[in-house]
């Protein structure tokens, strides 16, 4: 599976972005789909998470209330909607899809099978 993550830019403190994840793969809907960031010099940390049908997501905790995943299997994409975005958003976010039975979403970085080449989001104060 190829990912491939749009969205990234640059926004003032409280503003938001909508990053895009477009998937290669035709199966795309047997795959939960997860979002990280890594901020320099950081680990690669969990944001949130969406299972194969959409019906539930995961969100880490920093994130929760500000930040919404969706997935449009039949364009097979997955959105990451980054609302009241904080300097301490600032990271690189990276796209991650994990082949599942159970459906499970999914929360550390070795669960994942396939990752997009990340899209830098800079948040300014």
């Known amino acids: 599976v190829q990912l491939q993550a749009s969205g990234g830019g640059l926004v003032q403190d409280g503003g938001s972005l909508r990053l895009a994840c477009a998937a290669s793969?035709?199966?795309?809907?047997?795959?939960?789909m997860g979002w990280f960031r890594q901020a320099p010099g950081k680990e690669r940390d969990f944001v949130g998470g969406?299972?194969?049908?959409?019906?539930?997501?995961y969100y880490a905790d920093s994130v929760k209330g500000r930040f919404t995943i969706s997935r449009d299997n039949a364009k097979n994409t997955v959105y990451l909607q980054m609302n009241r975005l904080k300097p301490e958003d600032t990271a690189v976010y990276y796209c991650?899809?994990?082949?599942?039975?159970?459906?499970?979403?999914?929360?550390?970085?070795?669960?994942?099978?396939?990752w997009g080449q990340g899209t830098q989001v800079t948040v300014s104060s």
């Open positions: 969406i299972t194969r049908s959409g019906g539930s997501t």
């Open positions: 991650a899809a994990r082949w599942t039975v159970a459906g499970r979403v999914a929360t550390q970085t070795d669960e994942y099978n396939y």
């Open positions: 793969e035709r199966t795309f809907s047997m795959y939960t």
